[in-house]
C-alpha cells in the first residue's frame, strides 16, 4: 500500500449513529478514502442528514434507516446494508444515548433504556452483521466507548455504566472472533464537539461557562474535534492495525494519561 488515502478501496463499512457528530464525520472520512459506507441511523434527517446524500457527487456514502434498539429493524438495516456493497468489511458501532444524574436519579425504565441501546444496541448489530463480517477474511469492528468508562465523571452513573460495557464487550469480542480475521477495538473519546454536546450546551443556564469548563476539564483545554475521533476509528479499521486488536484508544485530550491538568 503506498498511501494511506486509499487504504478503504473496496471495503464495505456500516455506520451506526451514522447521520450526525462522530459517525457522520467517519463515515465521510471512510468514503474519502475510498470505502463504500452505509449509515444506520434512526434519523436520517435529524441535525444532520448530510449521510444520506452522497459524498462529492458519487455514491459511496448511503443511508439507511435503522433503531439500534429493535432487533427487526436492525436485521433488516443489515441486510440492507450488505446489498449496498455485496457485504461487509467493517463495522463502527457508534450509535449511543446520553443519561445524567446520580444513582439517586435513574429510575429501572431509565436503566433499561439506556443500556438497550448502548450495550444492546451494540450485540444486536454485530449479531446481525456477523455472518458478512465472518465472510470478509479482513473485518474490522470499532465500538464507541467513552472517557466515561474510566473516569469516574459526576452525575453520569448510568451513562459510565454503558460505555464501561462496551469497553469490556470489545475485548471479549476480540477474544472471541480473532481466529476468524475479525479484529475489535474501541474508542474512548474526552468532550467531542458534536450536535449532542451541543445540545447539552444550549440547556446550561449558562452556555459559555459551561463550554468552558469542559474544555478546561481537559488536559489539551480544548474539545476534542469530530475529524480526531474519526481518524482514530479510521486507524483501527484499516490494514495499518492490522496487529491491533482488543484495545481501547483514548482520544480524550490527555484525560485519561495525564493525570496532573496544567495550570
Ligand atoms: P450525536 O447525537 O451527534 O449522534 C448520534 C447519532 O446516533 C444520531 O444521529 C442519532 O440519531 C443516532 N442514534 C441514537 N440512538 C439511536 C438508535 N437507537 N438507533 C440508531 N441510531 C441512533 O452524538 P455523538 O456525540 O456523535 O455521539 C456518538 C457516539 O459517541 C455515542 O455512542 C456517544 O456515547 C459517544 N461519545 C460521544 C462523546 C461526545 O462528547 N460527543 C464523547 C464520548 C463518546
Redesign the pocket.
Known amino acids: 500500500m503506498s498511501t494511506t488515502e486509499q487504504e478503504f478501496t473496496g471495503v464495505r463499512a456500516l455506520v451506526?449513529?451514522?447521520?450526525?457528530?462522530?459517525?457522520?464525520?467517519t463515515a465521510r472520512l471512510l468514503a474519502d478514502r475510498g470505502a463504500t459506507v452505509v449509515c444506520?441511523?434512526?434519523?436520517?434527517t435529524?441535525?444532520?442528514g448530510a449521510a444520506a446524500r452522497g459524498v462529492a457527487g458519487d455514491d459511496r456514502l448511503w443511508g439507511v434507516h435503522?433503531?439500534?434498539?429493535?432487533d427487526a429493524?436492525v436485521r433488516a438495516a443489515v441486510e440492507a446494508a450488505a446489498r449496498v456493497g455485496g457485504g461487509l468489511d467493517v463495522l463502527v458501532n457508534?450509535?449511543?444515548?446520553?443519561a445524567q444524574g446520580t444513582v439517586a436519579d435513574n429510575d429501572d425504565a431509565e436503566w433499561a433504556r439506556v443500556l438497550d441501546?448502548?450495550v444492546v444496541?451494540i450485540a444486536r448489530v454485530t449479531r446481525a452483521a456477523l455472518g458478512h463480517l465472518r465472510a470478509s477474511g479482513r473485518a474490522a469492528i470499532v465500538n464507541?466507548?467513552?472517557?466515561?468508562a474510566t473516569a469516574g465523571l459526576p452525575q453520569r452513573v448510568l451513562?459510565s455504566a454503558?460505555?464501561g460495557a462496551?469497553q469490556a464487550m470489545t475485548l471479549a469480542m476480540a477474544a472471541d472472533h480473532v481466529r476468524e480475521g475479525i479484529r475489535v477495538n474501541c474508542?474512548?473519546?474526552?468532550?467531542?464537539?458534536?450536535?449532542?454536546?451541543g445540545?447539552l450546551l444550549d440547556a446550561a443556564a449558562d452556555p459559555a461557562a459551561e463550554r468552558a469548563a469542559l474544555e478546561a476539564r481537559q488536559p489539551t483545554g480544548r474539545?476534542?474535534s469530530?475529524d480526531e475521533?474519526a481518524r482514530a476509528i479510521a486507524h483501527l479499521a484499516s490494514p495499518h492495525a492490522g496487529a491491533t486488536t482488543g484495545t481501547a484508544l483514548a482520544v480524550d485530550g490527555g484525560m485519561q494519561g495525564l493525570r496532573l491538568r496544567p495550570a
Do not use: E, F, M, Q
Open positions: 451506526t449513529g451514522g447521520a450526525s457528530g462522530i459517525g457522520l464525520a444506520l441511523d434512526r434519523d436520517l435529524g441535525a444532520d435503522g433503531d439500534v434498539a429493535d429493524s457508534n450509535a449511543g444515548i446520553g441501546v448502548n444496541g464507541t466507548s467513552s472517557i466515561a451513562y454503558t460505555k462496551v474508542v474512548n473519546p474526552g468532550t467531542v464537539d458534536t450536535p449532542w454536546v445540545r474539545l476534542v469530530t475521533v
